[in-house]
């Protein structure tokens, strides 16, 4: 019997057989399908597509002009019609590029302080590829933070900074140092690093450490240290933010020239809810008010702000020359890891969580007013394990 090949044999056998053939992308295809799909995960994460307005965080107002985009364009409709199981191609919401009102790609790309580049965001060229991607995969795979409403304050602070300049985005090149409180841009999205386990040397005699890291769309990591490093290196859009510019927060010397323009108070809850109730030496609101105290805790009992009850104020500092919203910013930062989870139902029964609730000692508290008036405060944040403020230089 003569040797008969596959094909032959299969033919003799009379099996009809179809040779099915494998489709490869070129890759621009295969950017626009990576750059779809972190428009899926984000409508995964959020619940909802991607949208315009100033109101949204930057990320997502990026997204949402791409998905215009991708919704636009016929090849790519037809490219990604198989992988759309959101129904985001055909949503009703599509908006002709021409017709978005909110923020043109220039804007956009401003706002981010170069975090993408300045490439036309059509050309997708800072999407990561799918081996870049299944390298982040193997780094870390990221699980939603149950805690984060302790870490939104922060980020919504650094977007609010970036806006003003106070602070700038780099390439993470030359340095390379990671520490607890840092802020970086990875994969297009915030990331802050909440902890910094003990250091230990790594297989290749390198020090390294376990981190805790917070995502601004909700999710968080526990990576290690080289490894945060290694996804930002490859990250071409990888940033490190820079620490706020904090400025003149206070005058120098007091006399009888200088006019106070606030006072920081610190506030006691007189709640009988049964947490705050035993905890309530430890338990205090953290404002900053240009007019008088007393007026503003007037209304304490009928203000979810106050939990809905009378507070005391159990500590005052009077400022000069003092930007407010800045300092109140450098509050949230600092206590970010003490904030109070609590959620109370207001008068009409919604449930209301209230912020700058903070479950910490009065001395930090005081400590930290001292650091802000000396300038020492800028690489300082709040430990709870040890209800201490601690420098993370």
């Known amino acids: 019997m003569p040797n008969l090949s596959d094909d032959e044999l299969l033919r003799e056998l009379g099996v009809e057989y179809e040779v099915v053939k494998v489709r490869s992308h070129t890759p621009r295809e295969e950017r626009i399908i990576v750059g779809f799909e972190e428009i899926q995960n984000f409508v995964k994460n959020y619940g909802h597509a991607p949208r315009h307005g100033e109101d949204n965080n930057i990320f997502e107002r990026m997204y949402a002009v791409r998905l215009d985009r991708l919704r636009e364009q016929e090849d790519c409709r037809a490219l990604l019609a198989p992988l759309d199981n959101q129904g985001l191609l055909s949503g009703e919401e599509i908006t002709q590029i021409d017709s978005v009102k909110t923020l043109n790609d220039d804007d956009l790309l401003a706002e981010l302080e170069g975090a993408i580049?300045?490439?036309?965001?059509?050309?997708?060229?800072?999407?990561?590829?799918?081996?870049?991607?299944?390298?982040?995969?193997?780094?870390?795979?990221?699980?939603?933070?149950?805690?984060?409403?302790?870490?939104?304050?922060?980020?919504?602070?650094?977007?609010?900074?970036?806006?003003?300049?106070?602070?700038?985005?780099?390439?993470?090149?030359?340095?390379?140092?990671?520490?607890?409180?840092?802020?970086?841009?990875?994969?297009?999205?915030?990331?802050?690093?909440?902890?910094?386990?003990?250091?230990?040397?790594?297989?290749?005699?390198?020090?390294?450490?376990?981190?805790?890291?917070?995502?601004?769309?909700?999710?968080?990591?526990?990576?290690?240290?080289?490894?945060?490093?290694?996804?930002?290196?490859?990250?071409?859009?990888?940033?490190?933010?820079?620490?706020?510019?904090?400025?003149?927060?206070?005058?120098?010397?007091?006399?009888?020239?200088?006019?106070?323009?606030?006072?920081?108070?610190?506030?006691?809850?007189?709640?009988?809810?049964?947490?705050?109730?035993?905890?309530?030496?430890?338990?205090?609101?953290?404002?900053?008010t240009g007019g008088k105290v007393e007026t503003r805790i007037a209304n304490a009992v009928n203000d979810s702000t106050y939990l809905l009850a009378d507070v005391e104020v159990v500590a005052t500092y009077k400022l000069a020359s003092i930007n407010r919203t800045k300092l109140e910013g450098i509050f949230h930062r600092i206590f970010a890891p003490a904030q109070l989870n609590i959620t109370i139902h207001d008068q009409f029964g919604h449930p209301v969580q209230p912020k700058e609730w903070f479950l910490l000692p009065l001395h930090v508290i005081d400590e930290a007013v001292s650091r802000i008036r000396d300038g020492s405060i800028t690489n300082v944040v709040y430990e709870p394990k040890t209800a201490s403020l601690v420098e993370y230089l």
């Open 117 to 288: 580049g300045t490439s036309d965001i059509t050309e997708l060229r800072y999407v990561r590829s799918r081996v870049e991607i299944q390298a982040a995969e193997e780094i870390a795979n990221r699980e939603r933070c149950e805690d984060f409403d302790r870490f939104r304050p922060l980020f919504e602070q650094v977007e609010r900074e970036l806006k003003s300049g106070d602070r700038q985005s780099r390439p993470f090149s030359k340095d390379a140092s990671i520490i607890k409180g840092n802020f970086f841009i990875l994969g297009g999205q915030l990331a802050y690093v909440a902890e910094k386990g003990d250091e230990f040397k790594a297989p290749n005699g390198h020090p390294d450490a376990r981190l805790r890291v917070i995502y601004s769309n909700g999710t968080e990591s526990n990576l290690l240290l080289r490894s945060l490093q290694r996804a930002l290196y490859k990250d071409e859009a990888g940033r490190r933010l820079t620490d706020p510019d904090l400025g003149a927060l206070f005058s120098g010397t007091w006399d009888e020239s200088d006019v106070e323009s606030g006072t920081i108070y610190v506030l006691r809850s007189l709640s009988s809810d049964p947490f705050v109730a035993e905890h309530r030496n430890l338990i205090h609101k953290i404002g900053v």
